[in-house]
């Protein structure tokens, strides 16, 4: 069993930056993939980026593609999410989520295991 706690969320203005952190605890975290997703209020769970448990391998949303940036450091079992340039348009709830065994996956469905969620709230 994993459990996943998200932290790092807040209030930031648009043009600002925030740094979003997934630390593990249980299982084995470096067989995990890792992916964040979010879901802003009355809207579905969207995905955002995720990095695969071997090579490191990265995937992003189009959205955030070249503002956004996850990394993943095994020996304190947490994952990363640096988000840079924010808009108020990236408001919303973060979830991280791991897959076991996995290379990482844009579906919500492909994940083990969650978290509760930090909020990011980026003002115009």
């Known amino acids: 069993q994993v459990q996943l706690v998200e932290s790092g969320g807040g209030l930031v203005q648009a043009g600002g930056s925030l740094r979003l952190s997934c630390a593990a605890s249980g299982g084995f975290f470096s067989t995990y993939a890792v992916g964040w997703f979010r879901q802003a209020p009355g809207k579905q769970r969207d995905f955002v980026a995720t990095?695969?448990?071997?090579?490191?391998?990265?995937y992003y949303a189009d959205s955030v593609k070249g503002r956004f940036t996850i990394s993943r450091d095994n020996a304190r079992m947490s994952v990363n999410l640096q988000m840079n340039s924010l808009k108020p348009e990236d408001t919303a709830v973060y979830y991280c989520?791991?897959?076991?065994w996995g290379l990482g996956s844009p579906r919500s469905t492909d994940y083990n295991y969650w978290g509760q969620g930090t909020q990011v709230t980026v003002s115009s």
């Open positions: 989520a791991a897959q076991m």
């Open positions: 990095i695969s448990w071997k090579a490191g391998t990265t």
